[in-house]
């Protein structure tokens, strides 16, 4: 079984940073990739970015230049750095886990919350 533990949501004003990790653990042999994703009231899920590992990042147009993702092998844990917050960045963030010939997991989601 593999879990995903996020953590590091809450509330910024507009402008601000907030930094979101996600921890794996389990039975993780071999990771494809890490991936955020957000969903906010009344929207679909939307992918944020994506890790692959050869490296390679993919981020939605919406938040190029100002979220990055990264990762720790080591610790089996993706980050997002997330600044120049806007409030339509508001919304639950999810992370996932592809496992290599294997399933894809959710984490739980936590809150990101951006005032004007």
């Known amino acids: 079984q593999v879990q995903l533990v996020e953590s590091g949501g809450g509330l910024v004003q507009a402008g601000g940073s907030l930094r979101l990790s996600c921890a794996a653990s389990?039975?993780?042999?071999?990771?494809?990739?890490f991936g955020w994703y957000r969903q906010a009231p009344g929207k679909q899920r939307e992918l944020v970015a994506t890790?692959?590992?050869?490296?390679?990042?993919n981020y939605a147009d919406s938040v190029k230049g100002r979220f990055t993702i990264s990762r720790d092998n080591a610790k089996n844990t993706v980050y997002l750095q997330m600044n120049g917050l806007k409030p339509e960045d508001t919304a639950v963030y999810y992370c996932?886990?592809?496992?290599?010939?294997?399933?894809?997991?959710w984490g739980q989601g936590t809150q990101v919350t951006v005032s004007s």
């Open positions: 996932t886990l592809q496992i290599a010939r294997g399933n894809f997991y």
């Open positions: 890790i692959i590992s050869s490296g390679r990042i």
């Open positions: 389990g039975s993780i042999f071999s990771i494809d990739a």
